[in-house]
């Protein structure tokens, strides 16, 4: 658990639970994503809230694909972005969500 995962998973409201059985002991306030029953719902729920919540939202998601480039459409990131795939394909976005390993982008 990290600062930005914790604040994602606040953001959207996922509901958690004290992750260590005996906080009195070792608590580093880590929490667990829980379904509604109170057990664990695993991580890979956080993941696919954020999924559904972009696609509800009109984002058009793509899986493996490789992004080589990304650049602005004009002066301001205001104006969108320009991303370009290993394979060529073009896209401009007025929002991007890379999917980046968080250890090194947060260090």
Known sequence: DTPLTAAIVRELKLPTKIYNPNASQWDHGMHVIVDEHGEDAG??????????????????VRFRAEVVSLGLLGATSSEGMLLRTQSGEEFAASKVLLNLPQRPAIE
Do not use: S
């Open 43 to 60: 991580y890979l729920t956080l993941v696919e809230t954020m999924l559904h919540r972009a696609v509800a939202a009109g984002a058009i």
